[in-house]
């Protein structure tokens, strides 16, 4: 054999070694616990065939504790490259935990933090798969080094291009903060795992017992922490939700979200979408789904803080984040959690130049004591934070309540919109009629031979005067009043019209 061929050869050899990642053993144990290993994530779930470029599959840990110079760790525990999703580029990296449990060292995070520097520099989005036993333990202070490069390079990309997390597996301690400072965090039932203590640490000092699935798992993170935005059943469904993530995104903030085919709604709307009693609940999903094309609706934290729905469509081929009261849930309120939920979605929108519609209907702040403890001041100012500092396009529509702060909150013009329309069953009011009457006529009502029937024309005295959208439209705070049908064409139209937005980085996004 030539020497070239003997290199080639012992390339070969030295490649197929490597990406064997730990052993069979150790893939057959991820196997049996319904996971697939870290390569075929990245090659055969994420990427477009054939397109991933592996880079430092050599890279070698130089740790020499604990017998760790006779170990040798394919890859040091993570695969890292470049591919494509869609056709577009995308930086990624997978932590393998069949290669000592995916755990952090040096080597390690430093191929993560040359891929990161690469999506910066480059200006494509970046994907990581996070499956790890979390910072090294034989590596001591080397491996928490590279948690805080990395948490560094999260947030001076924020902003710069999307993060994407999907947890694929434990993500303990301190670990969890890379994802929570990415844009979105997808997690799996059964196989996502993210907490600060585990619970053998929470048994020793605290006495309870809890389940890692109660203390972390994939339910946990959507429904109750918020920390995650994706769950999924499988990690071929929330890969599938990636890809389709993807496709309303920009590559960076520099350019503007990819314009697809104009596709009208499955079932557009009619003029009688909401209840005719105003105090009956509806989901505003299904009026979302009568307005954006194909009624495609990618709903961002679906399950947490539903009393909000958020989330990314198209209207007439461009992306637009949506923000809607959901009045089926809390009649809609503004809360502390569904503060925070909105005011992030707009600041990721704002930073990659996606005009926002706001859809309003809600009967304002959620009042008492739990809420003023938990802060629903400190957390409202960011809603009205996040709509005040937005530049992109600002379309509002109210359909029905807007009451007191959350009229001003939910992107009124007095916040900057652009453009705001109102159904006829608009209502713009400090508050309730019927709150309102019971406070400013309560003398009146207390000294009325008949008090219900004079709080009742009381009711229906505030009801007339402001129950409506034309005191709003004729002091030019509303710019249309429109029908429910039109509403689809009314925003067209805004849209082509509206002022396209300077691109380029505009802030992070900080986690709210
Ligand atoms: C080194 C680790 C490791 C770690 C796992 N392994 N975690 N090696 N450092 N942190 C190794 C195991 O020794 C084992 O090696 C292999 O990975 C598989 O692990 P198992 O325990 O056999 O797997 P499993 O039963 O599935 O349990 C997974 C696990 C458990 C729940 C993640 O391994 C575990 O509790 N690990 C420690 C978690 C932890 O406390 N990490 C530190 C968090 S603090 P062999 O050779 O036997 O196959 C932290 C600080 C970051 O991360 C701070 C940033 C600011």
Same mark, same amino acid.
């Given at each position: 054999m030539s020497s070239i061929m003997k290199s080639v050869s012992d390339f070969l050899s030295r490649f197929s070694q490597k990406q064997k990642g730990g052993g069979e053993k150790a893939i057959e144990k991820q196997k049996k616990k319904g996971k697939h290993t870290a390569r075929e994530r990245v090659e055969? !779930? !994420? !990427? +477009?065939?054939?397109t991933f470029l592996e880079t430092d599959l050599f890279v070698e840990h130089s740790a020499r504790d604990f017998g760790m110079d006779r170990k040798e760790l394919a890859g040091d525990g993570v695969i890292t490259g470049f591919g494509k999703v869609n056709d577009s580029p995308v930086a990624v990296f997978a932590q393998d935990f069949t290669v000592a449990g995916g755990s952090l060292g040096r080597a390690h995070a430093a191929k993560i933090v040359k891929v990161m520097d690469a999506a910066g520099e480059s200006g494509i989005p970046l994907i990581g798969i996070n499956d790890s036993g979390g910072a090294r333990i034989q590596e001591g202070v080397e491996s928490l080094c590279g948690y805080g490069d990395i948490f560094f390079r999260n947030t001076r990309l924020s902003g710069v291009v999307p993060q994407i997390s999907i947890i694929l597996g434990p993500c303990a301690g301190g670990a969890v903060y890379s994802p929570a400072l990415t844009d979105f965090v997808f997690v799996v039932n059964r196989i996502s795992n993210m907490f600060i203590t585990g619970p053998q640490v929470i048994k020793t000092v605290l006495g309870e017992d809890v389940t890692q699935e109660e203390l972390g798992g994939a339910r946990t993170q959507t429904a109750i922490t918020g920390n995650a935005h994706f769950y999924s059943e499988s990690e071929v469904e929330a890969f599938a939700t990636v890809k389709k993530l993807l496709t309303f995104l920009p590559a960076n903030s520099s350019e503007k979200p990819p314009l697809h085919r104009s596709v009208p709604p499955l079932k557009p709307l009619s003029d009688? *979408?909401?209840?005719? +009693?105003?105090?009956q609940a509806y989901s505003v999903r299904d009026i979302i789904r009568g307005l954006v094309d194909s009624s495609d609706f990618l709903e *961002?934290?679906?399950?947490?803080?539903?009393n909000i729905v958020v989330g990314l469509a198209r209207l007439g081929g461009r992306t637009i984040g949506i923000i809607a009261n959901q009045p089926k849930v809390l009649a809609g309120v503004l809360d502390v959690n569904a503060s925070d939920k909105a005011a992030r979605f707009i600041r990721f929108c704002d930073a990659f130049n996606i005009p926002l519609l706001t859809m309003v209907d809600t009967p304002g702040y959620l009042p008492g004591v739990d809420q003023e403890h938990a802060g629903v001041i400190r957390h409202g100012a960011k809603l009205l934070y996040a709509y005040s500092e937005a530049t992109v396009p600002k379309l509002t529509l109210i359909m029905r309540k807007a009451y007191g702060g959350a009229y001003i909150a939910m992107c009124s013009r007095h916040l900057g919109a652009d453009f705001v329309t109102s159904w006829p069953s608009g209502e713009i009011a400090v508050m309730g009629p019927e709150g309102a009457a019971n406070i400013i006529f309560r003398k009146d009502i207390a000294e009325a031979d008949d008090p219900d029937a004079c709080r009742q024309e009381k009711i229906d005295e505030y009801e007339d005067k402001f129950s409506n959208p034309y005191v709003a439209a004729s002091k030019g705070y509303i710019d249309t009043i429109i029908r429910s049908s039109q509403t689809r064409d009314t925003l067209l139209s805004v849209l082509e019209l509206a002022v396209p937005d300077k691109v380029g980085r505009k802030h992070g996004n900080i986690p709210l």
């Open positions: 055969d !779930l !994420l !990427l +477009d065939s054939g009688d *979408v909401i209840p005719d +009693d105003r105090k *961002v934290h679906e399950q947490w803080a539903r």
